[in-house]
């Protein structure tokens, strides 16, 4: 009871306070405030989108990039992609703030209702953030997708931070490293079904580990069976020379070294020779390149001792299954034993990314043995949801939200999000709100 009455106390010094005091104190307009983040995010937007799709652009031209391509498809799609971003930050900051307005603004908001609306029900930017959702009408319609699990691995990393908040459970030892072995024998076994493991990872792990086992070649019906035979024989020298495990090493080591060349671009660019060097030459740059090199001929040694014990020929149809026969595969096994060598380079943030990735290639596996059917607009709430957590957390735990998600809130809203006045928060219901990261 006495919790309740401060709380009410507090809500009711919380309408009293100007809705400038919270959410923009830098102006007194929530309008021109508005106005402020959205043309920052565009802006932001437009060189962000403008490098992808450019970048995209060329390398789908093998560099013979026309002015007709720009001004039809790059152009259109920069403009696209950068107002839906604006817009979703405008109606998120905007009917956050309205809200925090509307509440201030009349008598009858005071009843414990709203209170508990606001401070449990997501009334602070849970609700705003899903309302804004509507902007993906702007965006173009396959990569509702993309986005959708992108903001389900930063929702994934928020909510598990917020139950190791609440429960105080301390991090389980391993814990990243079990998901992200058992969701990289998943895939990998959805590969050599010859089921397709979408976005960049799929094509990653493609080329990776190169699953031969449901790929059949269409012969002429006319040719003897002589000369079929003569034909699988070559095909099935070719495989074995492209499997070596010096080539598999190779494989592993050029991925490993793309991967870890992306991240020293920048300072290249920017002149910071001496910081590039001593990342060259560091461990945490050697060994992911060094963990790939080994992960391949690792997985393909295992794989070749289970298909032996269970007295199968790696060149077979892999036949598919449920659920608990994909995970009790040899390939799952195999995929699953390499993957805990990234124990040695823990991130909850690469476990959750693989995860979800799991979680969407058993979606679209089951979708196409139609065991469950595909819900009309699934991406767009499955984005909706899954963007308004992690948008919610920031405002009032930022703590719990990805140090980059949060860092990406930041640099597109030009620091307006760490602004926000969080103390009013924390006396209405949200403790430890004004915890910042260090």
């Known amino acids: 009871a006495e919790g309740k009455k401060l709380g009410k106390d507090a809500w009711k010094l919380y309408l009293k306070t100007p809705t400038q005091a919270v959410w923009h104190p830098w102006t007194k307009s929530t309008l021109y405030a508005t106005w402020y983040c959205a043309s920052n995010i565009f802006s932001v937007g437009v060189r962000i989108y403008g490098t992808i799709y450019v970048v995209a652009a060329v390398v789908k031209t093998k560099g013979k990039l026309s002015f007709k391509i720009i001004t039809e498809e790059v152009l259109p799609n ?53 309302v804004a959702t509507l902007s993906l009408a702007c965006e173009r319609r396959h990569r509702y997708t993309e986005l959708g699990i992108y903001m389900l691995q930063q929702s994934l990393l928020t909510l598990w931070n917020k139950w190791k908040q609440d429960t105080g459970m301390s991090p389980i030892p391993g814990f990243e490293t079990f998901l992200f072995s058992l969701s990289l024998g998943y895939l990998v076994r959805q590969l050599h079904t010859g089921n397709k493991v979408p976005g960049l990872l799929g094509g990653m792990l493609k080329w990776l580990f190169r699953p031969e086992g449901n790929k059949t070649k269409v012969t002429d019906s006319s040719t003897s069976n002589e000369q079929q035979a003569l034909s699988h024989a070559q095909e099935s ?18 991925l490993g070294l793309g991967m870890q060349s992306v991240q020293i671009v920048p300072k290249l660019l920017q002149g910071k020779i001496k910081e590039v060097l001593i990342k060259l030459f560091s461990m945490e740059f050697v ?25 199968h020929r790696s060149d077979e149809k892999v036949e598919e299954g449920d659920m608990i026969s994909q995970l009790q595969s040899p390939q799952c096994i195999a995929a699953s034993v390499v993957g805990l060598l990234f124990a040695l380079i823990p991130s909850p943030a690469l476990a959750v990314y693989v995860f979800g990735k799991a979680i969407e290639a058993a979606f679209y596996d ?35 939200v990805p140090r980059s998600y949060w860092n990406f809130l930041n640099r597109i809203t030009n620091g307006k999000y760490g602004q926000v006045d969080r103390k009013h928060f924390k006396n209405i219901g949200w403790p430890r709100s004004m915890t910042l990261f260090s």
Do not use: W
């Open 78 to 130: 920069i403009l696209r992609s950068s107002t839906f971003l604006g817009l979703y930050g405008a109606l998120s900051f905007g009917l956050a703030a309205g809200v925090k307005a509307l509440f201030s603004s009349h008598p009858i908001f005071r009843h414990q209702i709203f209170y508990e609306f606001y401070t449990h029900m997501g009334g602070v930017a849970f609700v705003p953030a899903l």
């Open 237 to 254: 020298r070719k495989r074995r020379r492209r499997n070596t495990p010096l080539a598999d090493a190779k494989r592993g080591f050029q």
């Open 287 to 311: 060994l992911p390149i060094a963990i790939l090199s080994v992960s391949v001929p690792a997985y393909r040694h295992i794989l070749k001792i289970l298909l032996k014990k269970r007295g």
């Open 366 to 400: 089951a979708c196409r043995r139609q065991i469950i059917r595909p819900l009309p607009l699934g991406d767009c709430i499955v984005m909706g949801v899954c963007s308004a957590i992690p948008i919610h957390m920031a405002v009032v735990q930022p703590h719990l």
